[in-house]
């Protein structure tokens, strides 16, 4: 403790100023708390300057991600803890009717591969805030062309698949107004889009597709 | 060894099961944001800066020995330009550096400074490091954690200058409201008689906090 002059009692801060500073601290912090962290955490407002900062979006935004990935949660966990799902049909024991499952899928498979090509076009029309997803049922390597527009708005895209187990992102894009190409499924699946509308109108998202895919859906 | 595998896969397919990936919190506002926004980038500033204990505590073991408002002044200007400067450097250019390893160094940060308070470089090498050239040199280093946490952000590239410009500004903001608060509780324990004799012990507790977020960050750095 060299590097440091020690200060005399007088230098040093008085009580009362300490104490005057420790108000003003309290003060600051509740008001940062109320116009700032409360609106940018959890979309609380209640004086509306989160709003008038355009912080209350992030909360707003940060509740519906932690909403929607809890929901994702709750919908994932008879996968993946197989004792506590219900089962769908309690006659049939649930490792046998996985694998008859898996056995139809790659009959079902076969078949898909053999069938021809088909054609859609699909149109969602997204709130703000709103996200929708369209996926294809695909076999693995199948291929199918694709084109989307959000007729002249943006949308955040993600381009993915699942299925057996496995998940995949292809391409994912922010403030977009289309999208087209190839879409190659990397394993037997879903696989799609999904989009979100995080402009503040109402947004319509147009696909076109054609290729090998079984069937078309909209998931959510 | 077969069942650890079956359990880490289930682990890990949990993680990626859900639908279209989201992320949550801070990361998931970024991901989901395109074009300025320099309000809420400031406020991410700031609460990075607050919530950061390992900035706080360096900014601790800085102001440790500064009781005068023009020292203190200058000691958190030169801090601030050390980190502003790297951190905008950092994202704008991409440095890919590793964390861990930046953090380890945040970690030394913290020795050093605890060794500096304590007098050490003058007991054993007979000589003071110049105490401003070194919160330089550290700022530099903790502007470069701070880009590689934003770059794991992974912001728009719409926008992103401003972003980033208003994000160091909450960056500063977010210190000086730190700083107040340190401030403000020195003040009430420098005013008590024991300071001179806690000031020892505090600075080798800094010292200890800074040795095991060291060791937290190397472990990182080799185990993931």
Request: aromatic share 10%.
């Amino acid at each position: 403790m060299y590097n440091s002059d020690t200060p005399t009692r007088a230098e040093l801060p008085t009580s009362a100023q300490l104490l005057k500073s420790t108000a003003v601290a309290i003060f600051a912090a509740a008001a940062i708390l109320v116009a700032i962290v409360l609106p940018s955490e959890y979309g609380i407002d209640p004086t509306g300057a989160g709003r008038l900062l355009r912080l209350t979006e992030m909360g707003e935004i940060k509740t519906q991600l932690a909403e929607e990935a809890e929901q994702d949660r709750i919908r994932d966990q008879p996968n993946v803890v197989p004792a506590f799902a219900p089962a769908p049909s309690p006659a049939k024991p649930l490792q046998g009717s996985g694998l008859l499952d898996r056995i139809y899928a790659e009959f079902l498979v076969g078949r898909a591969q053999a069938q021809e090509t088909r054609s859609d076009e699909m149109s969602v029309t997204l709130a703000p805030g709103e996200g929708a997803e369209i996926k294809l049922v695909m076999v693995k390597g199948a291929q199918a062309n694709f084109a989307w527009t959000a007729n002249g708005a943006a949308v955040n895209f993600d381009t993915h698949g699942d299925g057996g187990g496995e998940n995949i992102s292809y391409e994912k894009g922010r403030g977009v107004a289309d999208d087209e190409g190839v879409l190659e499924a990397a394993f037997d699946g879903n696989h799609g889009w999904f989009w979100r509308n995080r402009t503040d109108a109402p947004v319509t998202v147009t696909l076109k597709t054609n290729g090998a895919y079984s069937e078309i859906k909209r998931m959510m | 060894m077969a069942i650890l595998s079956v359990v880490l896969a289930m682990l890990l397919s949990t993680g990626l099961a859900a639908a279209h990936a989201v992320a949550e919190g801070d990361k998931g506002y970024i991901q989901e944001i395109t074009g300025i926004h320099l309000i809420p980038f400031m406020y991410l500033g700031a609460k990075h800066m607050v919530t950061g204990y390992d900035h706080l505590l360096f900014l601790l073991g800085v102001v440790f020995f500064l009781y005068r408002l023009q020292h203190i002044a200058i000691y958190v200007s030169l801090f601030a330009i050390g980190h502003s400067t790297t951190m905008i450097l950092g994202v704008w250019f991409g440095w890919n550096v590793s964390s861990y390893l930046i953090d380890a160094i945040i970690g030394l940060s913290v020795v050093y400074k605890a060794l500096d308070n304590l007098g050490a470089y003058q007991r054993w090498f007979g000589y003071q490091p110049n105490t401003k050239l070194a919160t330089l040199i550290f700022g530099f280093f903790h502007g470069l954690g701070l880009a590689t946490k934003i770059l794991e952000y992974d912001i728009a590239q719409e926008g992103l200058l401003p972003n980033l410009l208003a994000f160091n500004v909450g960056v500063e903001i977010g210190q000086l409201i730190a700083l107040a608060m340190i401030l403000i509780m020195m003040g009430y324990w420098r005013r008590t008689d024991s300071f001179w004799k806690h000031a020892y012990t505090a600075n080798v507790l800094m010292m200890t906090a800074g040795f095991v977020l060291i060791g937290y960050q190397l472990t990182g750095y080799f185990v993931a």
